[in-house]
């Protein structure tokens, strides 16, 4: 299974479909795909870095809190992240190691923004080739 993500548009919201052979490289996408729809990443350096540690009641909900901590650096630190290293997803505790930089409205190309990802439709799934999840992202 390759890795990746697609946006998918959905009425109000915009959905985000991620896959990989691992369930760490969804998480990675998922951080990925969440950014491409802030700020252009090509535009991005490594300048940063953060360790974070996450909990939650069961995998899929670990999905959504992982974003919606990645939205949390970005409005509380101005960190427009562009790098996800996800080191241990367990049922219901994830490590990783982000990086990126300081926001910079002269030089960032600004893509729009993201509230919180969401639960409604909220899926985390393990296929015979990989994993692939599904999130919905309030805009």
Known sequence: MSVGYELVDHT???????????????????????FS????PLHVGELEALDLELEAEAMDLLLAAWLNELLYVFETRRLVLSEF???????????????GE??????HVMCGGVKAAT??????????DGWEGFVLLDV
């Open 12 to 34: 109000a919201d915009i959905g985000l479909r991620v896959w990989g052979p691992t369930v760490e490289d969804v998480f990675e996408e998922a951080g990925r795909g969440l």
């Open 119 to 128: 639960l409604h439709q909220l899926r985390l799934e393990r296929h015979d």
């Open 102 to 107: 300081p926001l910079d409205t002269r030089r």
């Open 37 to 40: 729809l802030v700020c252009d």
């Open 85 to 99: 290293e996800v080191y241990e997803v367990q049922e219901r505790r994830l490590r990783a190691r982000v990086a």
